[in-house]
């Protein structure tokens, strides 16, 4: 191949899609030159499987994500179509947005976003190979013969790397929505050292609106009150489209299973591991044989097309048995099918090989983010593309790397669990990761995470301004609150219609909105409200922190914990495979599979190390004796 000197970058980002863009984002508006190499302009932030955005657990990360300083609940605020807020008959530690997306408008609205960063290129091409110098990367090579140079390279590949498409018996070499792949670059990351492995994921059928019966069907209909993604985002007021719930039955589940060895997933094609909290309607019908039905979603891809998305219904079965399939479903007896549904095999990272920051550890300026890292979801994609245009920014700044822990939010919880623990299929976030979820809900987001982002100047003087106005709000309310109080006269007829208790004594406002039945409506009604001024997302900070004040305590503590043993902080160059030689007990407790393990994660703290798989009580005690010996023998102090 004939190459040429195409240009000289600080960071260069490999993929446009939610990864890629974040990235790109927040190495440009921290000051880098950036480029962007995608294979296609038509598959920036493109959606290619569900329309929408959000959901449990991956609300919080958008949130988070936004927080920082990044460009996701900006664009989905831009871009919605549809805004719900899930588990509200839960607590407020799993409270979910998600917002159905103009998938179409997304992407264009955010092509327009990256278009516009006055620091940032896009170039249509493919990268072929990494320029390297003794596993510094420097640059990347593209088909065209581009050599583009530069300090950091950041891998945002998505499932484009050495792509297969499944349909039955039909395999094709491309990407999603017939878009190509990348077919080379997987041979020169192995030659580098880099443990790749290959996954799978999938997506359901788009079907004809006109020909669905929705009178067969339930309405879902939006929130009345839509809450955005967006901290920057005023009250967001739409004409809200619906989706639509649907059901298989027993008719649908005899067509899978009368077909189901000519599934790609049942016929021995596909090997590779799948999502497993996103399973296949094959998988579904297999697994859960005794239930009649499964429950799927139809939701529009955008307004200006008449594509609906079969959400819970995704299958690598031939295209003529999916047409049996979803017309054997009420209200898609006379469905047609726009693209058929499909499953794709593709090249990922072994993510433990990572760095907290998100760089590869047997490369040097080499950072990796989104589904490249394992993952599946774009909000996953987003915050790993975000805090590796973050860290890519800083280390050619010659600064410390951004690393926000498991107590922090749910993007530390995210990176932690890739990198100490690994994963064995498409890693997907959800609230039960999170110890602490209670306190890493995602109403508080701009509170915990605002500031940093200022500091490591991503997010903008206008959000950091916001952020404090915000504060200063609820501050000054939670102070009225705990100031003025409530009377038994006041309150006592109206907790006697709501069939609630009374109240024997009088009580500050803070103290009664710990009451379940108590609101802040209710509080207008005895004359004691917030002024106007006050907006609700500072009132919904009051009542929680009321009403969950024992229950947040409690977790602060945990967390206080938790930092003590992130404080514990363990050399990079320990040779784990060594410290069997500290005594017969350590010896015996640090088998060969934990030593492994270490040596080849090289956790960076005690409690980064109790979270690998294996490591075993005994084994932290070892490390714990180690650590006291080491500072003895130095006579430092390791806190």
Do not use: W
Not at 391 to 400: S, T, V
Not at 456 to 467: H, K, M, N, W
């Amino acid at each position: 191949m004939i190459t040429f000197d195409a240009g000289n970058y600080d960071v260069i980002v490999v993929g446009a899609g939610h990864a890629g863009c974040e990235a790109a984002l927040a190495s440009a508006r921290m000051g880098c030159k950036t480029l962007m190499v995608t294979l296609t302009l038509d598959s920036i932030g493109m959606m290619p499987c569900n329309p929408s955005i959000g959901g449990t657990g991956k609300g919080q990360l958008v949130k988070e994500v936004d927080a920082l300083g990044g460009e996701m609940g900006i664009n989905i605020d831009k871009t919605f179509i549809q805004s719900r807020m899930l588990n509200t008959a839960k607590g407020p530690a799993v409270h979910s947005l998600r917002a159905q997306a103009d998938k179409f408008k997304y992407h264009t609205e955010m092509k327009k976003t990256l278009e516009n960063e006055p620091n940032l290129e896009i170039v249509m091409d493919e990268v072929v190979d990494l320029i390297n110098d003794g596993n510094v990367i420097k640059g990347v090579i593209t088909r065209m013969g581009c050599k583009y140079h530069s300090k950091a390279v950041i891998l945002a590949t998505g499932v484009y790397l050495n792509s297969l498409i499944y349909i039955g018996e039909v395999t094709l070499n491309e990407g999603p929505n017939g878009l190509g792949y990348a077919e080379r670059l997987t041979d020169k990351l192995v030659d580098l050292g880099l443990d790749m492995r290959r996954f799978k994921t999938g997506t359901p059928a788009r079907i004809h609106r006109d020909s669905i019966d929705f009178s067969e069907m339930v309405p879902q209909e939006g929130d009345e009150k839509v809450t955005p993604f967006s901290f920057m985002s005023d009250d967001l007021k739409i004409d809200q489209v619906s989706c639509y719930l649907a059901r298989t039955n027993l008719d649908t589940h005899k067509v899978i299973m009368d077909n189901i060895n000519r599934s790609a997933m049942y016929s021995g094609k596909i090997n590779s591991t799948g999502p497993r909290y996103c399973p296949s309607i094959e998988d579904k019908v297999v697994r859960f044989n005794d239930k009649e039905s499964h429950q799927t979603f139809i939701e529009p891809e955008g307004l200006d097309t008449k594509e609906m998305y079969i959400q819970g219904i995704s299958t690598s079965l031939p295209y003529e048995v999916q047409l049996q399939m979803y017309r054997s479903m009420k209200g898609l007896e006379n469905c047609k099918i726009m693209r058929p549904a499909y499953a794709i095999e593709y090249d990922c990272l072994n993510p433990t090989q990572l760095k907290a920051s998100l760089e590869i550890k047997v490369t040097e300026n080499l950072f990796s983010a989104g589904q490249f890292n394992g993952t599946s979801g774009y909000e996953e994609a987003a915050a790993q593309g975000l805090m590796a245009g973050i860290n890519a920014a800083r280390k050619i700044q010659g600064k410390e790397p951004f690393i926000l822990d498991r107590s922090e939010a749910y993007i530390g919880v995210l990176i932690d669990d890739l990198i100490t623990k690994g994963t064995n299929e498409p890693y997907r976030m959800m609230t039960s990761r999170a110890e602490y979820r209670l306190y890493l809900r995602q109403d508080n987001a701009d509170m915990r995470l605002t500031e940093k982002g200022y500091e490591i100047g991503l997010a903008s003087q206008e959000r950091y301004d916001r952020f404090l106005a915000k504060k200063a709000l609820v501050e000054a309310e939670l102070e009225r609150l705990k100031t003025e109080r409530v009377t038994p006269k006041e309150v006592n007829e109206l907790l006697a219609q709501k069939g609630a208790s009374e109240i024997k004594v009088g009580l500050s406002l803070y103290d009664f909105l710990k009451r379940p039945e108590v609101t802040y409506d209710l509080l207008e009604q005895i004359g004691k409200g917030a002024s106007e001024e006050v907006p609700y997302d500072v009132k919904e900070q009051c009542v929680i922190m009321s009403k969950y004040e024992g229950y947040i305590d409690k977790q602060l503590k945990q967390i206080d914990q938790f930092k003590k043993l992130e404080k514990k902080k363990l050399p990079e160059d320990i040779d784990y495979s060594t410290i069997e030689g500290l005594r017969i007990e350590a010896s015996f407790c640090l088998a060969s599979i934990p030593r492994q393990k270490l040596n080849d994660i090289k956790p960076l703290s005690i409690g980064q190390a109790s979270r690998i798989s294996g490591v075993s009580p005994a084994d932290i005690s070892v490390l714990l004796i180690y650590l006291e010996q080491m500072r003895r023998t130095r006579g430092g102090n390791n806190e």
